[in-house]
């Protein structure tokens, strides 16, 4: 959770039904259905950022059957991912928020936002503590040595500024 948010709008889909599918609208979900929004997804659209599940719908493999559009798109439901959830309420509020999901990929780079240009720099001061904090609490037990070698900011049309790592990761992170 960054605490100045992304300075993104996400479109929150949710797949619920009954009383769930009430609780998600109510939060404020952009998109809540099951079997109609398959057959939305199914047939090409992909207006959404983030999608959410209940364990129930999982269960009863209705998202399964979009699951090779989702998946190579990084939007299929998992629960390491903390999609599946059945306090859709609190899940919605934390993806309005800015949580940000962050991976390594297969050299070690992480790529993961941390606020817009338009921010100010405190903010982006405090995303950034967040940030590096989330990474270095994430280090693999098995790994030694140094974890966090060299540390670059970089915009999305733009070059790179390298960092001081000791500096970098002495921030604090602002109490949650």
Known sequence: MLPAGTGKHVRVLVFAQGDQAREAEEAGADFVGGEDLVKRIQGGWLDFDV???TPDVMQAQIVQKVARVL???GLMPNARS???TSDLRRGIDEIRKGRVQF???KVGIIHAPIG????ESQQLLENLATMVDAITRAKPSGAKGQYVRSISLAPTM???VRLDVASTLALQPAAA
């Open 51 to 53: 999608a959410l599940a």
């Open 71 to 73: 998946g190579p798109r």
């Open 82 to 84: 903390q999609t599946i």
């Open 103 to 105: 991976t390594v990929d």
């Open 116 to 119: 817009k240009i338009s921010f």
């Open 158 to 160: 733009g070059p790179g």
